[in-house]
């Protein structure tokens, strides 16, 4: 449900990118659990969700050091899967 609440929240206010920030935070966090609960393909699949918004949002906000910290994070967290 968080997901489907920040994808709409994403859609509809597409120039705030917080709400881009928190949707690929969700899918960050939930390929951490996934991880954890062994299943590495949905894992890989959520991570790459993740760094999809996570690039868009350091693109376009690149002196923003949060948004490339979560980047980095993700991208970490995928090379362990």
Request: proline share 4%; charged share 20%.
């Amino acid at each position: 449900k968080t997901v489907a609440l920040f994808e709409k929240l994403a859609a509809d206010f597409p120039t705030a990118p917080i709400y881009r920030a928190q949707l690929a935070r969700c899918h960050s966090d939930l390929g951490t659990v996934l991880t954890e609960l062994g299943q590495a393909a949905e894992a890989v699949e959520q991570y790459k969700k993740a760094l999809v918004l996570q690039e868009a949002t350091v693109a376009e906000f690149p002196a923003v050091a949060e948004h490339r910290r979560m980047l980095a994070g993700t991208h970490n967290n995928l090379g362990i899967v």
